[in-house]
């Protein structure tokens, strides 16, 4: 067995359907259009959003707790943003916050696949959307 993802972090966590089973990546493509963003379980058990493109997902997720107060925060198509429904905040298609009361942008963490399901590593790396180090380290 060979670990798909490099260094000596902690592991890939299997991402989880409702019901936290495991999801492969075949069926996701199958069930998801391009753009399509939607919830699993991800690393500690905790809501992350995938991002679907035409034959595979992105190479980040995000993790849907707004970082005001922690609402989940919904993905509205027509907006093409996140909208927290709580206070009003808003995060831009990339998680990246850009309207108050929310100070940060969501936390990002990397996606793999593990023999053929989809998985979830952390990102301890700069966020790529604000250069700046990620603040949920
Ligand atoms: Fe999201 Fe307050 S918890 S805006």
Redesign the pocket.
Known sequence: FVPPVAGGGSGATLAGDQEGNPITLESWVKSHKENDRELVQGLKGEPYYLISTADNIKDFALLSV??????V?PWSKSNNKFC??????QYDENGKVVR???PLSLALAHTTTQDGKLALTPWPEKDFRTDLDPWWK
């Open positions: 707004c970082t005001h107060l922690g609402c925060v927290c429904p709580c206070h009003g905040s108050g009361p929310a």
